[in-house]
Nanobody, 122 residues
Framework: QVQLVESGGGLVQAGGSLRLSCAAS????????MAWYRQAPGKQRELVAS???????NYADSVKGRFTISRDYAKNTVSLQMNSLKPEDTAAYYC????????????????WGQGTQVTVSS
C-alpha cells in the first residue's frame, strides 16, 4: 500500500505565502515524477507544478514566478512554496506521484493524496 499525505493548507490573505508538503510512504520501489494539482469548485483539476526524478520542473503559466516546487528524494517528499498568493489560487490542492511499488510487475501507477484546502482572501 502507498499513502500520500499532504499538509500545510490554510487561510491566507492575498499577497501572503503558504508552503504545502506531501510525504509518500509505503511499499515504494521508486518514484518518477511528483506533482501538485488543484481543483477549484466547479472547475476541472489542473496541473500546478511537477518535478521529475531528474529535477526538471514544469509550472502552470498562472503560477510561474510565484510558486516553487521542490523535492527531497531521500525522504520521498515534495513541497510547494506559494508566494504572492491571489484569490484565484483558492482551491483544493492534491499531491500526485507516479511510482512503482515493490509488488510485481512494478508497473508505474499514479497515486493521489487526499487534498488540502488553500483559501486566499482578498
Amino acid at each position: 500500500q502507498v499513502q500520500l499525505v499532504e499538509s500545510g493548507g490554510g487561510l491566507v490573505q492575498a499577497g501572503g505565502s503558504l508552503r504545502l508538503s506531501c510525504a509518500a510512504s509505503g511499499s515504494i520501489f521508486s518514484i518518477n515524477a511528483m506533482a501538485w494539482y488543484r481543483q477549484a469548485p466547479g472547475k476541472q483539476r489542473e496541473l500546478v507544478a511537477s518535478i521529475t526524478s531528474g529535477g526538471s520542473t514544469n509550472y502552470a503559466d498562472s503560477v510561474k514566478g510565484r510558486f516553487t516546487i521542490s523535492r527531497d528524494y531521500a525522504k520521498n517528499t515534495v513541497s510547494l512554496q506559494m508566494n504572492s498568493l491571489k484569490p484565484e489560487d483558492t482551491a483544493a490542492y492534491y499531491c500526485n506521484a507516479e511510482l512503482q511499488t515493490w509488488t510485481p510487475p512494478r508497473i508505474r501507477r499514479n497515486y493521489w493524496g487526499q487534498g488540502t484546502q488553500v483559501t486566499v482572501s482578498s
